[in-house]
């Protein structure tokens, strides 16, 4: 994957690492290190552990130096376990080495065998950290957040050239779906292409020759919110921000229109889950209610399941309490005239498909709640545009709107914030999805999920 990208995850676990590390350390004093311990037939009280919590300063960044050092952050994701428990093996013993020295020259009053324990601590705590990240990265979840799809544009040698690398590097985690030879095909087959397939990137691989197709290519992805991935030329672009990276050792150009791997968007998907798991601890007793009232009062199923388009248009199952009668989809046609949205979005104030339970669901926002198991299947976000469904999607008359589609989909958003359906013009609608893509930070959700309480506490704008 890119360099980018590859460097985060990085990060990430040395964190991880970093902080067991000291985790270790921590259970290694209040273990081994008693009250009290027999010296010369004497007992001798043994220091408070804020006395050596000095060691941290240095375990907590020697550890991923050392696993580093040890080729740890090298090795494959899906590397054998012998593999993985070598370069722990040969980091831990460094790391117990190295606590015996500090505890030597700084003559601390600590066990020494204390630092055999610590490194067998850390040995023992970073496997289970290890298996259980195996588990989680073979899981269908984690399969299918990791897998990205692609279509690849070029001439037939080189789109078979690194299609071919791409089955050997990376098979598991890259699919092309689609491959577009400049020779045969014109480019302007290429947004049908990302209609179809519901791509997260495209991959330009096409000689200097073909400079009008490739930045005819590079548009169409910008309208719609993909990225294109250019492999060594360059190009003007009006939207995407363009950054160099390598793939797999080659150098290319990544043009896009959203936020790139960054701490913030990790920090994004962890807020992302704990905060829905959070939510939905504190507002069971509320769903359960809530499934209750509609059981009781409408005859149908709880949850209202629907298709929506999610990352790139690829389509997901939606949930939400239902609030409307059980045929209101066959209805829906019936009212078409009554529509007060402009575009392809339908939208009424009194719509008489809404039981009345499902009114006062509506108006507090409560009907959105089942969204958060959406949110910790890694569907949706927190924060982002409202997912559509495939059919409204389709019926776009402006390619441009599809870069609404080029981040997750959000309980909440600009729109939700700005007086919900009182906003009734659909460009109106995008624009402030695009102006949410545009100016994206960790700051930005805070702000909007801050605003976004009082908004469904009042039922503003609600329909």
Request: net charge positive; aromatic share 12%; glycine share 4%.
């Amino acid at each position: 994957m890119l360099r980018r990208d590859r460097q985060v995850r990085m990060q990430v676990h040395q964190l991880v690492d970093a902080c067991i590390f000291a985790f270790s350390f921590w259970i290694t004093y209040h273990v081994r290190a008693h009250p009290l311990v027999v010296e010369q037939f004497q007992l001798v009280s043994i220091p408070a552990f804020k006395d050596f919590a000095w060691l941290l300063v240095v375990i907590i960044p020697a550890a991923p130096l050392v696993l580093e050092a040890q080729g740890f952050y090298d090795r494959p994701i899906a590397c054998s376990r012998l593999q993985t428990m070598w370069s722990l093996f040969k980091s831990c013993i460094i790391m117990g080495i190295g606590l015996i020295l500090l505890l030597f020259l700084g003559k601390a009053a600590f066990s020494r065998i204390a630092a055999v324990w610590f490194g067998i601590t850390c040995f023992v705590l970073m496997i289970l950290k290890e298996e259980i990240l195996r588990v989680v990265y073979y899981s269908q979840i984690a399969r299918a957040q990791r897998k990205r799809y692609f279509v690849l544009v070029g001439t037939e040698d080189e789109t078979a050239k690194m299609r071919q690398e791409l089955r050997g590097k990376a098979a598991e985690d890259i699919a092309v779906l689609a491959e577009l030879n400049l020779n045969d095909t014109p480019i302007e087959k290429l947004s049908g292409l990302l209609h179809e397939h519901s791509v997260n990137g495209v991959i330009i691989n096409a000689k200097h020759s073909y400079f009008e197709q490739i930045e005819a290519a590079i548009r169409a992805c910008e309208l719609e919110g993909v990225e294109a991935w250019l492999v060594a030329d360059f190009f003007k672009t009006q939207i995407s921000r363009t950054t160099f990276d390598d793939f797999f050792g080659r150098p290319i150009m990544v043009f896009r229109t959203t936020p790139e791997a960054s701490w913030q968007s990790v920090s994004k998907q962890l807020i992302d889950f704990f905060g829905a798991v959070i939510l939905l601890l504190l507002t069971s007793w509320l769903l359960a209610a809530v499934a209750l009232a509609i059981r009781l009062t409408s005859p149908g199923p709880i949850l209202f399941r629907q298709q929506r388009s999610g990352l790139n248009g690829r389509p997901f199952t939606i949930y939400k309490f239902r609030t409307m009668v059980t045929d209101a989809e066959q209805r829906k046609h019936e009212l078409a005239a009554m529509n007060e949205m402009s575009g392809p979005v339908f939208k009424m104030t009194h719509d008489p498909r809404i039981t009345p339970v499902g009114r006062i669901l509506r108006k507090f926002s409560i009907d959105e709640l089942p969204q958060l198991f959406n949110i910790i299947r890694g569907e949706m976000s927190l924060v982002g545009p409202r997912p559509l469904p495939v059919d409204e999607v389709k019926r776009f008359n402006d390619f441009a709107h599809r870069r609404r589609l080029s981040v997750k989909p959000g309980l909440t958003c600009l729109w939700q914030i700005s007086g919900r359906n009182q906003v009734t013009d659909f460009n109106d609608w995008v624009r402030l999805d695009l102006e949410y893509i545009d100016n994206w930070s960790i700051w930005l959700d805070l702000r909007i999920l801050f605003r976004t309480v009082p908004v469904v506490i009042a039922g503003t704008g609600a329909k």
